[in-house]
Protein backbone atom coordinates (compact mmCIF):
# COMPACT_ATOMS: atom_id res chain seq x y z
CA UNK A 1 0.00 0.00 0.00
CA UNK A 2 1.53 2.99 -1.39
CA UNK A 3 2.27 5.42 1.85
CA UNK A 4 -0.14 8.19 1.02
CA UNK A 5 -2.85 5.66 1.01
CA UNK A 6 -2.58 4.25 4.32
CA UNK A 7 -5.40 4.19 6.23
CA UNK A 8 -5.16 4.84 10.22
CA UNK A 9 -6.88 2.12 12.37
CA UNK A 10 -8.70 1.73 15.27
CA UNK A 11 -9.46 -0.78 17.31
CA UNK A 12 -13.00 -0.79 18.88
CA UNK A 13 -12.95 -2.75 22.17
CA UNK A 14 -16.98 -2.61 23.26
CA UNK A 15 -15.84 -0.92 26.58
CA UNK A 16 -13.09 -3.47 27.25
CA UNK A 17 -15.87 -6.27 28.75
CA UNK A 18 -17.06 -7.94 25.41
CA UNK A 19 -16.35 -11.24 25.27
CA UNK A 20 -16.24 -11.28 21.69
CA UNK A 21 -12.78 -10.23 22.40
CA UNK A 22 -11.52 -12.84 25.18
CA UNK A 23 -9.92 -14.75 22.38
CA UNK A 24 -7.04 -12.25 21.18
CA UNK A 25 -4.44 -10.37 23.31
CA UNK A 26 -5.55 -6.98 22.23
CA UNK A 27 -2.56 -5.18 22.95
CA UNK A 28 -0.53 -7.91 21.08
CA UNK A 29 -2.88 -7.49 18.12
CA UNK A 30 -3.13 -3.22 18.04
CA UNK A 31 0.94 -3.48 18.06
CA UNK A 32 1.05 -6.10 15.12
CA UNK A 33 -1.15 -3.95 13.04
CA UNK A 34 0.56 -0.42 14.20
CA UNK A 35 4.33 -1.92 13.47
CA UNK A 36 3.87 -4.70 10.92
CA UNK A 37 1.16 -3.40 8.63
CA UNK A 38 0.66 -0.75 6.10
CA UNK A 39 -1.73 1.37 8.23
CA UNK A 40 -0.62 5.26 9.48
CA UNK A 41 -1.32 4.82 12.61
CA UNK A 42 -3.29 2.30 15.11
CA UNK A 43 -4.90 2.85 18.37
CA UNK A 44 -7.65 1.40 20.74
CA UNK A 45 -10.77 3.03 21.14
CA UNK A 46 -13.22 1.97 24.54
CA UNK A 47 -16.37 2.66 23.01
CA UNK A 48 -16.50 4.48 19.57
CA UNK A 49 -20.30 4.34 19.38
CA UNK A 50 -20.81 6.43 21.97
CA UNK A 51 -20.62 9.91 22.04
CA UNK A 52 -17.15 11.21 22.86
CA UNK A 53 -16.34 7.95 20.33
CA UNK A 54 -18.37 10.33 17.87
CA UNK A 55 -16.50 13.46 18.88
CA UNK A 56 -13.42 11.34 18.61
CA UNK A 57 -14.23 9.99 15.24
CA UNK A 58 -15.12 13.84 13.86
CA UNK A 59 -11.83 14.50 15.66
CA UNK A 60 -9.79 11.63 13.84
CA UNK A 61 -11.76 12.63 10.01
CA UNK A 62 -10.60 16.25 10.00
CA UNK A 63 -7.06 14.75 8.84
CA UNK A 64 -9.32 12.83 5.86
CA UNK A 65 -10.24 9.15 5.12
CA UNK A 66 -9.65 6.40 4.94
CA UNK A 67 -10.33 4.79 8.25
CA UNK A 68 -10.37 0.88 8.81
CA UNK A 69 -12.43 0.35 12.63
CA UNK A 70 -11.29 -3.19 13.62
CA UNK A 71 -14.69 -4.18 15.96
CA UNK A 72 -17.99 -5.36 15.37
CA UNK A 73 -19.95 -5.86 12.22
CA UNK A 74 -19.46 -4.06 9.21
CA UNK A 75 -23.25 -3.48 8.67
CA UNK A 76 -23.52 -2.37 12.79
CA UNK A 77 -20.32 0.28 12.00
CA UNK A 78 -22.07 1.75 8.90
CA UNK A 79 -25.07 1.98 10.73
CA UNK A 80 -23.45 3.54 13.96
CA UNK A 81 -20.81 5.67 12.63
CA UNK A 82 -22.90 7.25 9.67
CA UNK A 83 -23.78 10.41 11.64
CA UNK A 84 -20.04 11.62 12.44
CA UNK A 85 -18.98 10.51 9.00
CA UNK A 86 -21.35 12.84 7.28
CA UNK A 87 -20.93 15.53 9.44
CA UNK A 88 -17.41 15.89 7.68
CA UNK A 89 -18.99 15.21 4.56
CA UNK A 90 -17.77 11.69 4.58
CA UNK A 91 -19.51 8.43 3.35
CA UNK A 92 -19.14 5.30 5.42
CA UNK A 93 -19.91 3.28 2.22
CA UNK A 94 -16.66 4.71 0.81
CA UNK A 95 -14.83 6.21 3.49
CA UNK A 96 -14.80 3.53 6.59
CA UNK A 97 -12.99 0.28 6.27
CA UNK A 98 -15.16 -2.28 8.86
CA UNK A 99 -13.71 -5.18 9.88
CA UNK A 100 -15.01 -7.51 12.05
CA UNK A 101 -12.54 -8.79 14.71
CA UNK A 102 -14.62 -10.61 17.06
CA UNK A 103 -14.03 -13.99 18.68
CA UNK A 104 -10.70 -14.50 16.61
CA UNK A 105 -7.14 -15.23 18.49
CA UNK A 106 -4.41 -12.33 17.90
CA UNK A 107 -3.40 -14.20 14.97
CA UNK A 108 -6.84 -14.84 13.40
CA UNK A 109 -7.91 -10.88 13.87
CA UNK A 110 -4.12 -9.75 11.87
CA UNK A 111 -4.60 -12.41 9.57
CA UNK A 112 -7.87 -10.66 8.99
CA UNK A 113 -6.72 -7.01 8.92
CA UNK A 114 -4.19 -8.20 6.20
CA UNK A 115 -6.63 -9.81 3.86
CA UNK A 116 -8.88 -6.81 4.34
CA UNK A 117 -6.39 -3.99 3.26
CA UNK A 118 -4.96 -6.54 0.54
CA UNK A 119 -8.73 -6.14 -0.78
CA UNK A 120 -8.35 -2.29 -0.33
CA UNK A 121 -5.43 -1.57 -2.05
CA UNK A 122 -1.70 -2.67 -2.99
CA UNK A 123 -0.34 -4.35 -0.04
CA UNK A 124 3.66 -4.74 0.42
CA UNK A 125 4.48 -8.18 2.06
S1 LIG B 1 -18.78 0.35 17.72
FE1 LIG B 1 -19.25 -1.82 17.81
S2 LIG B 1 -17.45 -2.73 18.88
FE2 LIG B 1 -17.42 -0.54 19.26
S3 LIG B 1 -18.50 -0.24 21.24
FE3 LIG B 1 -20.00 0.07 19.58
S4 LIG B 1 -20.96 -1.94 19.30
FE4 LIG B 1 -19.02 -2.28 20.44
Do not use: S
Not at 35 to 61: S, T
Not at 74 to 94: H, I, Y
Amino acid sequence: MADEQRPGFIMCVCTGKCPGFEKMDIWDFINRVRIELPVEYGIIHPQLCEEDGDRYLEHVLKNGPPIVVGGCAPRMQRKLFRDAFAKKGLDVERDLIPIDIRDMTTDEAVNKVIDVLKENGPYDE
